[in-house]
């Protein structure tokens, strides 16, 4: 995912996220889960530093590697779709990421029409191929 969201516009979601409204920055460790598939969706993240890892579990219960991304935005499809994450985000190394609790999210976007350009519709366009390489994996 995140092919679409390119630093500068990581740069302007930092500021978006960290300082217009009100997201926490935190500090997790390399090898730590963030989120499993299946898990509520609570929160939509920005990776600020660091390296996320990310899997799915296929129909036999495994796990298979999706992508490793150092930019972008977690969470974003899940709270807008099932309200359920996706697949399981690891931290590939220490990470420093933006939290948003989804709620919070859901208001700035809706609030925010003129974010839609910047923030939903390239997301939009890495979901797409998101669910492509879902697809060639089953």
Known sequence: MFEFINS?????LDYLFGHLYGGSEIHIPKREVLY?????CHSVYLIK??????????ENQNYFFLSSK???????????????????????????LYQIPSPEFKTLIM???HLHKEILLPIAMDINLYEKRVQSNF
């Not at 500068?8 to 302007?12: I, Q, T």
């Not at 899940?78 to 994450?85: A, D, E, G, M, R």
Request: hydrophobic share 30%; aromatic share 6%; proline share 0%.
């Open 8 to 12: 500068e516009k990581v740069d302007r």
């Open 36 to 40: 499993r598939d299946g898990d509520q």
């Open 49 to 58: 530093t660091g390296e996320i890892e990310l899997f799915k579990k296929d």
């Open 70 to 96: 150092k930019t972008g935005v977690l969470g974003v499809s899940s709270l807008f779709i099932t309200s359920k994450y996706s697949h399981t985000a690891i931290t590939g190394a220490d990470s420093v």
């Open 111 to 113: 609030n925010n029409l």
